[in-house]
Antibody
């Protein structure tokens, strides 16, 4: 059974870079595509982006080019970076396998001066 | 972007009764070559990541009770809980993964009457 374990800084100041990593257990990166979804406090779900087995990526235009997803196949991990964060980026961030066939535990990222 | 609209926003159903949640997409999410609807349903309980219930509009995820079922095609979809249990109290989301950015409905809060 696949498990995703994620980690990263939970408190950032405006203009800093959000950085999260997700480790994959029980599956190979090559088996699926992988992504990130976030949820602002009390709000709905927003798809951030994905990375496919080929390494190709896709992102939500709402992030205006600030998001980057990368992989480290040697460690079976993938990562998310979001630059120039603002209070609007405050949310719980989840890593996911495919269409939600596995979720990380979530990381609350708060952006505050 | 494809807009996903769920109805109702909230729903109260008696234990053992049927619960029905609707989801409408602003564009067709049926891919003609595969004859699959790129539509998923999730359940989210407080403080937890969403859980995938249904994908391809009607395929139940492994381990999901058979009281959950999905139907519909094209632009109109339905999630049905045939006999509501207390543990089904949650927020339910639909999501299209037909084209990026993948988008979610606003969520439907299901409670016990």
């Amino acid at each position: 059974q696949v498990q995703l374990q994620q980690w990263g800084a939970g408190l950032l100041k405006p203009s800093e870079t959000l950085s999260l990593t997700c480790a994959i257990y029980g599956a190979s990166f090559d088996d699926w595509y992988w992504g990130w979804i976030r949820q602002a406090p009390g709000k709905g779900l927003e798809w951030i982006g994905e990375i496919k087995q080929s390494g190709s990526t896709g992102y939500n235009p709402s992030l205006r080019g600030r998001a980057t997803i990368t992989i480290d196949t040697s460690k079976n991990q993938f990562s998310l970076k979001v630059t120039s964060v603002t209070a609007a980026d405050t949310a719980v961030y989840y890593c996911v396998r495919g269409v939600g066939h596995g979720w990380g535990q979530g990381t609350l990222v708060t952006v505050s001066p | 972007d494809i807009v996903m609209t769920q109805s109702p926003d909230s729903l109260a159903v008696s234990l053992g009764e049927r619960a029905t949640i609707n989801c409408k997409s602003s564009q067709n999410v049926l891919y003609s070559s595969t004859k699959k609807n790129y539509l998923a349903w999730y359940q989210q309980k407080p403080g937890q990541p969403p859980q995938l219930l249904i994908y391809w509009a009607s395929t139940r995820e492994s381990g999901v009770p058979d009281r959950f079922s999905g139907s519909g095609s094209g632009t109109d979809f339905t999630l049905t809980i045939s006999s509501l249990q207390a543990e089904d109290v949650a927020v339910y989301y639909c999501q299209q993964y037909y084209t990026t950015p993948y988008t979610f409905g606003q969520g439907t809060k299901l409670e016990i009457k």
